[in-house]
């Protein structure tokens, strides 16, 4: 049998203390794309609420812009209506 050859213990604990770092950061990865699809889903239904709302709104004034910083709204003329369809 051939004698089995190690690396100094300083350059073990080195390499090791290396890659602990590499999966702590790969876990922080992780952690925050999972934090990210959560968030993109709640977007997706903050945007679906906020189109039923806009529908709700349509049935009660028509089709008609709203300022959101005081609540007035413009009728939307049909030709912006027609631009919007064509784009």
Do not use: R, W
Request: without cysteine; aromatic residues 2%; charged residues 30%.
């Amino acid at each position: 049998m051939s004698k089995v050859e190690k690396i100094k213990k300083e350059e073990l604990e080195s390499i090791q203390s290396l890659v602990k770092e590499i999966n702590n950061g790969q876990n922080q990865i992780g952690q925050i794309e999972t934090q990210k699809h959560m968030i993109l889903h709640q977007v997706a239904e903050i945007q679906k609420s906020l189109k039923d709302f806009q529908n709700k709104l349509e049935e009660s004034y028509g089709k008609v812009n709203v300022n959101i910083v005081d609540g007035t709204i413009t009728p939307i003329e049909q030709e912006e209506e027609d631009v919007k369809a064509d784009t």
